[in-house]
């Protein structure tokens, strides 16, 4: 099944997680979250193991959970696929 991977912003720490509504995803998350959430970058439609992936080439850089130090985004943004792919979010 398709979804989209989302890179949300909570101070010094990045949640890599996935949804198909992300706006809905934000909202749900900020409800239980004392800081500012911010939806900084998305990849669309890829396959939900996409996620999985993901998180295991940036296993430096976790903290718990989903949630990985802020500096995983360079790691990423170090490969080509990644800087094709991860589009910086605008609402829709």
Known sequence: MKTNIYFI?????????????????????????SKRLKVLYVIEDVEELFEKHIHSICTAYHVRGEWFEKDVLNHLLKHPFFIENMKPYSVK
């Open 9 to 33: 912003e909570s101070g010094k720490e990045i949640k890599i997680g996935r949804s198909i509504d992300i706006e809905r995803r934000l909202d749900e998350l900020q409800t239980s979250n």
